[in-house]
């Protein structure tokens, strides 16, 4: 599994996290396109090379105007612009959970809710660029877990829009539970409550490198601070042996020669049911030339239980295989397209922003072919090419 290890001798920001993601090889021009999704507007994206203390690290800054800064945004809002957006889907989920753990921090501090939390600082513009940019960072890099070292979050006193606070921030130290910190040497703000929230929602664990980790890439976030020490997260990307053992799905098997035919579509419904992912039957000769069949489950880990519970009781197998599996998925969203019959959703699928996949969805051809009593494959081939644009192609398909 690729799994990032950020090295926070001099702290981390929201800033921070998503220059050394782009340091690691995110480009800056995914990026962009990605965030011109967001309906916010006035700020500008400064991202250039720097040198800390010798160090060589990518510097991201975003500049906001006076309205982008001062804007008092309580979390339904902030929820709105990201649902506002044609982001994908899991990167919304994701860049709303850091929102809500900010706002549970800020809550917590101030003594008030969730939903009442003014978001001052942390809910400006760059704020929501840093994370939004950060979670579109982690999911085009493919990481799918961060452990940290040690936090070193600074020391002594920060001026905000609440007057003077204690290094770490209140809020800081509110996402910091359970997460290892120190002061360190450095009197300075050097652990943002953004950076933070990022660690506190993406970190598997922290204090030191994963057993099994092999880093191959390593790429350096600067900081604001000229210190006496390199104000930059080292973002190590590699693979964590230890984590690839751990598969989220497993897929149950049972060889059936006995089974009334007719009940394996109930079989399938059921296990469906209880929370399979997918369901197959196979035809197969097992021992003495018999013909079976071979029911395959793909299912959560959490799922086992009920779908090895509804195996055994419906059919007439006394045990059964299983063993983990890993996935590799594509994004996935859903367009529509104007036929001259009506609307057809498309699933569109994407890897690394390029989509991949445009397939037209077979209920909503068969259902506007049957109204217009035209062939199926009319509606779908129409469908199809009305969705031909979704792919992005610039290299002459154009013209189909
Ligand atoms: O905006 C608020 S309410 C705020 C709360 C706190 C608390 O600790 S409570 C701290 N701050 C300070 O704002 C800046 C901005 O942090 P970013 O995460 O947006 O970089 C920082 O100095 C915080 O300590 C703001
Ligand atoms: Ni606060």
Redesign the pocket.
């Known amino acids: 599994m690729r799994t990032l290890y950020l090295d926070c001798f001099s702290g981390i920001?929201?800033?921070m996290f998503l220059g050394a993601l782009l340091d690691l090889g995110f480009p800056e021009s995914h990026l962009r396109q990605e965030l011109a999704k967001l309906p916010v507007n006035g700020y500008e994206l400064i991202i250039k090379k720097v040198e800390k203390q010798g160090i060589a690290a990518t510097y991201l800054d975003v500049k906001t105007g006076f309205f982008g800064q001062r804007r008092h945004r309580h979390l339904p809002d902030i929820t709105a612009i990201i649902d506002g957006s044609d982001l994908p889907a899991a990167v919304k989920e994701d860049a709303k959970k850091v929102f809500l753990r900010l706002a549970e921090?800020?809550a917590k501090?101030?003594g008030t809710t969730v939903d009442k939390?003014?978001?001052?600082?942390?809910?400006?513009v760059?704020?929501i660029i840093?994370i939004v940019g950060t979670v579109l960072g982690l999911h085009w890099l493919g990481i799918g877990r961060v452990y940290t070292s040690k936090l070193r979050t600074g020391s002594g006193f920060?001026?905000?829009?609440?007057g003077r606070?204690p290094?770490?921030?209140?809020?800081?130290?509110?996402l910091l539970r359970g997460i290892a910190w120190e002061h360190g040497e450095i009197a300075k703000?050097l652990v943002?409550?953004?950076?933070?929230?990022l660690v506190a929602v993406f970190s598997a664990g922290s204090g030191g490198v994963p057993d099994g980790f092999i880093s191959d890439t390593i790429g350096y976030g600067a900081g604001s601070w000229d210190l006496e020490i390199p104000n930059v997260v080292r973002a190590v990307l590699g693979e964590a042996a230890e984590a690839q053992a751990q598969a989220e799905y497993l897929v149950i098997e049972a060889n059936i020669d006995d089974l009334n035919p007719q009940i394996f579509p109930h079989v399938m419904d059921r296990l469906f049911a209880v929370g399979a992912r997918d369901v197959w039957l196979t035809p197969i000769i097992m021992k003495k030339g018999r013909s079976a069949t071979r029911l395959s489950v793909l299912a959560d880990s959490a799922a086992f239980p009920a779908a090895a519970a509804a195996i055994l009781a419906e059919t007439t197998t006394i045990g059964m295989r299983y063993y983990p599996v890993n996935r590799l998925e594509a994004e996935r969203r859903t367009a529509t397209v104007e036929t001259p019959w009506g609307e057809v959703r498309v699933k569109v699928s994407a890897v690394k922003g390029q989509t991949v996949n445009a397939a037209p969805e077979y209920e909503d051809c068969r259902k506007l072919a049957a109204e217009h009593g035209l062939p199926l494959k009319i509606v779908w081939q129409k469908a199809l090419s009305l969705a031909w644009p979704l792919y992005g192609r610039t290299d002459g398909g154009e013209e189909q």
């Open positions: 920001s929201g800033n921090a800020e501090v101030h939390v003014h978001f001052h600082e942390v809910g400006a760059d704020t840093d920060v001026k905000c829009s609440h606070m290094v770490p921030a209140p809020a800081t130290a509110e703000e943002t409550p953004t950076g933070a929230a």
